[in-house]
């Protein structure tokens, strides 16, 4: 069983920071991407950054310059600094991990229960 528990999310003004921090726990042996994604009301499930296992970052056109990811691979976390934040911002912010278990050799995707952004105009 692999656990991702999100934290940080929260109500905050816009041209404010929040910072989202996931910790992956278990029986994972191995990690490959981290990532966020994001949901809001009536839309679909959208990427916003991911880390690769050399530290190889990707964003979202519409946070670049605004959204910094960072992974801890000692503690099996994943880190997502939003400055600058905009009401079109909020949205459920969803922790995704490719990992592999104990004794096993495939990925498989993970993800958290998703916290709660929410930027106020």
């Known amino acids: 069983q692999v656990q991702l528990v999100e934290s940080g999310g929260g109500l905050v003004q816009a041209g404010g920071s929040l910072r989202l921090s996931c910790a992956a726990s278990?029986?994972?042996?191995?990690?490959?991407?981290m990532g966020w994604y994001r949901q809001a009301p009536g839309k679909q499930r959208e990427l916003v950054a991911t880390?690769?296992?050399?530290?190889?970052?990707n964003y979202a056109d519409s946070v670049k310059g605004r959204f910094t990811i960072s992974r801890d691979n000692a503690k099996t976390m994943v880190y997502l600094q939003m400055k600058s934040l905009k009401p079109e911002d909020t949205a459920v912010y969803y922790c995704?991990?490719?990992?592999?278990?104990?004794?096993?050799?495939?990925?498989?995707?993970?993800w958290g229960q998703g916290t709660q952004v929410t930027v106020s105009s």
């Open positions: 995704n991990v490719e990992g592999a278990v104990s004794g096993s050799a495939y990925y498989y995707d993970y």
């Open positions: 278990g029986s994972i042996s191995s990690i490959n991407a």
């Open positions: 880390v690769g296992s050399s530290g190889r970052t």
